[in-house]
């Protein structure tokens, strides 16, 4: 609840650039007699477009031994351009922060008459409290239960997968990756990989998979697939391609590699 005594208390904004924020504004006015009487409800008519960046005043009790009861404010950006919002409560001598955010295009920060502010999006959802978001520790451990997830957050649990691939089997260029900086053609039958994000160390899992060059079980071509020995550091590992038919461990180039890897970054 906010409460504008007299003809001193205001509500003001402050606004960090040119954009045009639209206000609304809603109060109940009563005076101070015991018990207080209610006034009419006062028109306030049209607000003006804040459209630069500037301090504005957008709530007052405008008569003497009155006092008027802030139902409800609102600040819509109806352009594309971003600004600060700053919401402060001054008596004209000392000013105390009510709320302040950044309203990107479309956005709205809304002053409830439970006395909630809440910031919400272009689609109208409300934003999360960036104070409940798991931190990458909390994810790490993956024991809260009192924690959304971030699209960032979700690659700091232990299950998720934190790089994959895939790429012909020259080794010359990727077919489609995730957090994979690039591949190169180390050898006959050896594939390079370098991953975008490092792990914390070279103990993680990485497990690889080769598509063969033919079909039949019978002919030279039935590759197997190993990790190179001592190739994998936080960030780069190999991968090996062999025939295992005619010609036993013979190093080939199979169809395309596949890979994926999980552990700590």
Same mark, same amino acid.
């Given at each position: 609840?906010?409460?504008?005594?007299?003809?001193?208390?205001?509500?003001?904004?402050?606004?960090?650039?040119?954009?045009?924020?639209?206000?609304?504004?809603?109060?109940?006015?009563?005076?101070?007699?015991?018990?207080?009487?209610?006034?009419?409800?006062?028109?306030?008519?049209?607000?003006?477009?804040?459209?630069?960046?500037?301090?504005?005043?957008? &709530?007052?009790?405008?008569?003497?031994?009155?006092?008027?009861?802030?139902?409800?404010?609102?600040?819509?950006?109806?352009?594309?351009?971003?600004?600060?919002?700053?919401?402060?409560?001054?008596?004209?001598?000392?000013?105390?922060?009510?709320?302040?955010?950044?309203?990107?295009?479309?956005?709205?920060?809304?002053?409830?008459?439970?006395?909630?502010?809440?910031?919400?999006?272009?689609?109208?959802?409300?934003?999360?409290?960036?104070?409940?978001?798991?931190?990458?520790?909390?994810?790490?451990?993956?024991?809260?239960?009192?924690?959304?997830v971030t699209p960032q957050g979700v690659n700091w649990h232990p299950g998720a997968c934190k790089a994959w691939g895939?790429?012909?089997?020259?080794?010359?260029?990727?077919?489609?990756?995730?957090?994979?900086?690039?591949?190169?053609?180390?050898?006959?039958?050896?594939?390079?990989?370098?991953?975008?994000?490092?792990?914390?160390?070279?103990?993680?899992?990485?497990?690889?998979?080769?598509?063969?060059?033919?079909?039949?079980?019978? &002919?030279?071509?039935?590759?197997?697939?190993?990790?190179?020995? &001592?190739?994998?550091?936080?960030g780069v590992f190999e991968i090996e391609s062999y025939d295992q038919t005619a010609i036993l461990f013979a190093a080939?180039?199979?169809?395309?590699?596949?890979?994926?890897?999980?552990?700590?970054?």
């Amino acid at each position: 609840m906010l409460i504008l005594h007299a003809t001193a208390d205001i509500i003001r904004v402050i606004t960090g650039s040119a954009s045009d924020i639209e206000p609304v504004v809603s109060v109940m006015e009563t005076d101070n007699a015991a018990p207080p009487v209610v006034q009419d409800i006062p028109d306030i008519g049209t607000m003006t477009s804040i459209t630069t960046a500037t301090t504005t005043t957008i &709530a007052s009790c405008a008569t003497a031994n009155r006092r008027r009861n802030v139902k409800h404010i609102s600040l819509y950006n109806n352009t594309t351009i971003s600004t600060t919002c700053k919401v402060e409560f001054s008596d004209t001598v000392v000013s105390s922060v009510l709320a302040n955010c950044t309203l990107l295009g479309g956005e709205m920060l809304v002053f409830t008459q439970g006395g909630i502010w809440i910031h919400y999006d272009s689609n109208g959802a409300p934003y999360p409290s960036v104070g409940n978001a798991a931190s990458q520790a909390e994810m790490e451990a993956g024991t809260a239960t009192d924690k959304y997830v971030t699209p960032q957050g979700v690659n700091w649990h232990p299950g998720a997968c934190k790089a994959w691939g895939k790429a012909v089997g020259a080794g010359t260029s990727l077919t489609v990756n995730w957090n994979i900086a690039s591949v190169a053609d180390t050898g006959t039958g050896r594939l390079g990989v370098t991953i975008g994000t490092d792990f914390s160390s070279a103990n993680y899992a990485i497990d690889a998979m080769v598509e063969r060059t033919v079909t039949a079980l019978t &002919a030279t071509g039935v590759e197997d697939q190993t990790i190179r020995n &001592a190739s994998p550091t936080a960030g780069v590992f190999e991968i090996e391609s062999y025939d295992q038919t005619a010609i036993l461990f013979a190093a080939q180039d199979p169809q395309n590699y596949f890979w994926s890897c999980f552990g700590d970054q």
